[in-house]
């Protein structure tokens, strides 16, 4: 049960963050800059979240620290945000499923592909044991 707590909270604190920036990226930075260079600018403040959130919440859940609870933690919170993402793609961008797996094909899609990764193995990475 621990397990799920850990992977909705960390879900709920790193979808948050994005959820915040999105329309930052989207509305303000992607018409001045692009749509590169606005998912370079929001990737560092997600990253950041991700480091933060994943070593926070295993500790104040007091979670086992092993690899498989850990790594259960960032795939259960990965099934969520995917839910989550697609369900926002769809409600309020008005993006088809094809719209939004076709976005990934491009270099922004690839920085997103990049930390969905980054986001699923970040409580084993930051919780490793030393030795």
Not at 55 to 64: D, M, N, Q, T, V
């Amino acid at each position: 049960m621990r397990v799920m707590s850990a992977a909705v909270l960390y879900f709920a604190i790193v979808f948050g963050v994005g959820l915040t920036l999105g329309p930052i990226r989207v509305f303000w930075l992607e018409p001045r800059i692009g749509p590169l260079m606005a998912s370079v600018c929001e990737a560092p403040f997600l990253l950041v979240t991700m480091v933060v959130a994943a070593r926070w919440i295993p500790k104040r859940l007091s979670l086992a620290s092993n690899p498989l609870v850990l790594c259960l933690m960032g795939v259960g919170a990965l099934a969520l945000q995917q839910v989550a993402d697609i369900s926002v793609g769809i409600a309020l961008r008005g993006m088809t499923l094809t719209d939004q797996i076709a976005r990934l094909a491009s270099t922004p899609g690839f920085i997103y592909l990049t930390l969905l990764m980054l986001f699923t193995v970040m409580p084993l990475l930051v919780n490793r044991q030393a030795g």
